[in-house]
């Protein structure tokens, strides 16, 4: 099992034989956010998804594979992951990435259509969705449907406006950033 530990503004991986790695500044990250260079806002779901892992989620959905993927594997060893992920490229990087993770499973569906949809013909719902690729009112309608009651959904860039069709399918639980955590606004 591997765990991601907190020393001051450093967060560690400890590894299966007591192994410690860096694995980002929490400090360097935030100042990075103030100061919001180009390209560091893709990582701004970093406070509310590691939030979200706390709660231990089992079965964990995501569309847009990256380091959302290792951080959900690294906090919950223990839960299934679905990744969706629909360019061929990064579907192979990640795919290799997880090569020995049974937990992990990273899809390639480059069809729009079917990406969204995927999930649909999975058996069971999901504790937490994180929803973070193309297509996203679309998967968030789908999300909705394969959440279990209490489970969540994080939606990334919830700032640029084509969302709020989907958003408002949802309660806000939450907002950091330009990220939010959801819950179902029907009591399922
Ligand atoms: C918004 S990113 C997904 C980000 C992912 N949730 C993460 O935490 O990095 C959407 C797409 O970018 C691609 N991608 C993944 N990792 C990437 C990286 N390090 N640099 C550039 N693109 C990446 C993948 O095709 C992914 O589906």
New binding site residues.
Partial sequence: MVYLIQIKQYVWTVGKKGRIKMMFSIKRFVDRMIGAPRGIE??S?IPILMEALKDNPKNIL????????S?MSLMCPNASIVAI???Y??FL??NYKFRNNANVSVVYVPNIKNYSNYPLGLRGCFDLV?V???DRNKCLVVANAKLVVGGRIIL??VDRKEYLKGVGLFTVVRKCFNTVLLKSLVVK
């Fill in positions: 893709q990582y779901y995501e569309w847009g594979t990256g380091l959302s993927t951080l992920e629909h360019n490229k990064w990087y990640y994180f973070d690729g193309m990334h860039d």
